[in-house]
């Protein structure tokens, strides 16, 4: 089987007919479902469900691509179960799951919906370059096949979310901030992220690009229609293919780099096959604000970062003190002392987990004079 094989499937809309046509084929010119999803296997498809929003604010897999897949999986004969954990860990899983439309994907198609943070297993990873030993769930483990199912959507820390960055919601709840106290640089994060990709390799990488999303993401209000399903076997690939879709190079993104030095999969565009739609460049793909550092060599970059670096500062007119940012920062750089929260930035690491997390879209990234000039 050709795991270089990236297929690219027009898909205009999010109606339920249309996406599992354009998943059906797209699947197909990779090769099909066989060694992802056959009769008696079972199969975790693993959305990003970062946060609780809507559907149509674009932060998470749109449900109609994960419903699709789902059925699509149960046609192949195989047992479908939807597994996450969101970053958040103030509320129970069970808002995140009607909020973001997956509750009742699970009504429809039946396939369970499954909390990542129970019955943890320690796992060894061998060539892991932050962790040697890692906590996942025993869903996660000992499945037949794992899906990650990102959205096309740009990261203000690491640029890009895609295939592999998705992976970092297979750590159990509060681990992950774990992960941003222990990687504050996004190069750490990107070698953490693929320790967890080391053991957890998904058979399937499906990315939901029928509406992406631009600027600071990954809760940025910039969506972009794109209109297509990406799916590939490898997904370093797939995320490749992605990122020059909007303009990214493959090198940029600290989660490609550091799975591809691994050899983990390819993030050479001229080994990878693209089938289907040719790639097209989205024109003007606006990029997180703090894209230009990537061109900046390190040791200066080191010496420089807080300068240039955008900042999160919480807005008195959304605020509502309710204080998830405050439980999900890793360094414990927000204090409640009055409406809005105050950031203490000598000891915030910049992970962006507060503007991520926050459900009244309070948290915005204000950029450095430095910032603004340099852009
Ligand atoms: S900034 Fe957002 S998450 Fe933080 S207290 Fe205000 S509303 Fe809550
Ligand atoms: S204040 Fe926000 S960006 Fe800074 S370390 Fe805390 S969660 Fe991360």
Redesign the pocket.
């Given at each position: 089987m050709n795991n270089r094989k990236i297929s690219i499937v027009e898909c205009a809309d999010y109606d339920i007919r249309r996406v599992k046509e354009a998943i059906r084929k797209a699947v197909s010119l990779i090769g099909g479902w066989e060694g992802i999803a056959e009769r008696g296997n079972r199969v975790l498809v693993k959305p990003n469900m970062l946060s609780a929003r809507p559907p149509d604010e674009g932060v998470t897999t749109h449900p109609a691509v994960v419903r699709a897949l789902v059925e699509l999986v149960q046609e192949a004969g195989a047992e479908a179960l939807i597994g996450d954990s969101p970053g958040e860990t103030n509320r129970e899983l069970s808002h995140f799951w009607e909020v973001c439309g997956y509750s009742e994907v699970s009504r429809v198609t039946g396939a369970p919906l499954i909390s990542l943070d129970r019955e943890i297993l320690e796992v060894e990873v061998a060539d892991g370059v932050i962790y040697k030993r890692l906590h996942l769930s025993r869903s996660v483990l000992e499945v037949d096949a794992l899906i990650t199912v990102p959205k096309l959507k740009t990261h203000s820390l690491t640029l890009f979310t895609g295939a592999v960055k998705n992976l970092l919601g297979l750590i159990p709840g509060g681990g992950k901030l774990e992960f941003h106290r222990r990687c504050p640089r996004p190069d750490d994060l990107g070698e953490a992220v693929v320790d967890v990709f080391s053991v957890a390799r998904p058979k399937l990488a499906l990315m939901d690009a029928v509406v992406g999303m631009e600027g600071n993401g990954p809760v940025s209000d910039k969506l972009r229609d794109i209109g297509v399903i990406l799916a590939g076997r490898d997904s370093v690939a797939l995320d490749t293919v992605a990122q020059a879709m909007i303009g990214l190079k493959a090198f940029d993104v600290p989660t490609t780099r550091a799975a591809a030095q691994r050899k983990l999969g390819t993030s050479d565009l001229r080994q990878i096959e693209v089938l289907g739609q040719p790639l097209k460049v989205v024109e003007d793909f606006l990029l997180p604000s703090n894209a230009v550092v990537r061109s900046i060599p390190r040791p200066i970059l080191d010496l420089i970062a807080r300068r240039i670096m955008v900042r999160?500062r919480a807005r008195a007119d959304k605020c509502t003190n309710c204080g998830v940012?405050m439980n999900?920062?890793?360094?414990d750089?927000?204090y409640i002392e009055e409406r809005p929260v105050r950031?203490d930035y000598k000891k915030?690491?910049?992970?962006?987990?507060?503007?991520e997390l926050c459900p009244e879209k309070a948290m915005d990234l204000r950029k450095s004079l430095l910032a603004r000039f340099w852009r």
């Open positions: 999160p940012c999900s920062c890793p360094v750089a927000i950031v915030c690491i910049l992970c962006l987990c507060c503007y």
